[in-house]
């Protein structure tokens, strides 16, 4: 049988982490033959952690058998030890009057003792995916701050935003979402991120062939992906929570299993490819394999692809500007 993974997962008591838990607990993530070890971070306050044991008491109920040990925490330091995944969900919601840069600074606070923690106490080789938003900068944020861990393995979750895309492109052409490969998402997990579907495939045909309609590209498809999140509120009155808990187990166990070949989409550290400046976390088209992640090199970027790459890569440079002062030198 095989050694049972460490994973760790913040905000564990929150919605998010409700629709995440009983999955990765199921081996959805990690796959079924993987025993999982689940430690569990919560705000010490009170209320939080008995909201977690309620949870955990579900969890137990379920009788999973990969589910091997499962911890509750109130401090990073004991949450992160020896994890081999870390799934930071837990972050600080914008609220009322607040301004994106206390929003920002709130977070950067977060992600700078749970990056610290994870330097001092995690497995060496921790692969780490940031959910709580601003995603992109707070992966930013806890890579900087876990100076000995590789930075390569810190993440961002730009999943949800590519699985939108696929859903509508599937739905734009009449295809089924399995069929379509090839698609990507460039930048920030924000209304400004740019889905590319100018390489996607379906069924060995070029998407963009059959959809042929530019108008729809900005006016449509650019917006709808864009603004999904919003609309789902609107729509339910709560934000998304299963599809975004979804899209951290694709994320995750496309990075542990590997995507034979085919592309999926990442936030990672950028190493200077297509002219993004290094350590910016971004969203790119990357293949999987043996648990490390290469981007797809060579693409072609045309003018109006360009112009959504920089309004995104302006938006990310200005949060890390935001937070500049907080980070070691
Ligand atoms: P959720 O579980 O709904 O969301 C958690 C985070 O995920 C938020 O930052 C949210 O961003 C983000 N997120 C990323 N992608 C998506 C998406 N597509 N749809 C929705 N959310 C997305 O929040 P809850 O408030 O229910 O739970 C958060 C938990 O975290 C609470 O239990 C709280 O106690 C804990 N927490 C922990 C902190 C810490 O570790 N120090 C600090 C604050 C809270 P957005 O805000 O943009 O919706």
């Not at 971070?41 to 939080?48: C, R, S, T, Y």
Request: charged share 20%; with cysteine; aromatic share 6%.
């Amino acid at each position: 049988a095989k050694t049972p993974l460490r994973v760790a997962v913040t905000g564990a008591a929150g919605q998010i982490g409700y629709a995440l838990l009983f999955r990765i607990a199921n081996g959805d993530m990690l796959g079924k033959d993987q025993p999982v070890i689940l430690q569990l971070l919560e705000i010490p306050d009170e209320k939080a952690q008995k909201a977690l044991k309620g949870v955990m008491m579900e969890i137990d109920d379920c009788a999973f058998p990969l589910l091997t040990e499962m911890t509750a925490h109130g401090d990073p330091l004991t949450a992160f030890k020896d994890v081999d995944y870390a799934v930071l969900v837990g972050a600080r919601p914008r609220g009322p009057g607040m301004e994106r840069k206390d929003l920002l600074e709130a977070n950067a606070q977060i992600f700078t003792a749970q990056g610290k923690a994870l330097d001092q106490v995690a497995s060496r080789n921790v692969k780490v995916l940031v959910v709580g938003n601003p995603a992109n900068t707070n992966a930013y944020i806890a890579m900087k701050s876990a100076p000995s861990l590789p930075a390569k393995n810190f993440t961002a979750m730009l999943r949800l935003d590519h699985n939108r895309a696929l859903s509508q492109v599937a739905a734009k052409t009449g295809t089924a979402v399995k069929d379509i490969e090839k698609l990507t998402v460039w930048g920030n997990h924000s209304p400004t991120m740019y889905a590319d579907y100018r390489f996607a495939t379906v069924n060995g045909k070029a998407v963009k062939d059959l959809i042929n309609d530019q108008e729809w590209n900005a006016n449509v498809f650019l917006p709808t992906v864009g603004k999904r999140g919003a609309a789902i509120i609107e729509a339910r009155g709560l934000s998304s929570a299963a599809s975004a808990a979804n899209a951290a187990i694709d994320h995750i166990h496309d990075w542990h299993v590997g995507t034979n070949g085919k592309w999926t989409t990442m936030g990672i550290p950028s190493d200077g490819s297509y002219g993004i400046p290094e350590g910016i976390v971004f969203g790119f088209p990357v293949t999987t394999e043996n648990g490390e992640y290469k981007i797809v090199q060579g693409l072609e970027i045309d003018a109006f692809s360009q112009e959504r790459i920089n309004l995104t890569l302006k938006e990310l440079t200005e949060e890390r500007e935001g937070v500049k002062h907080l980070l070691p030198a």
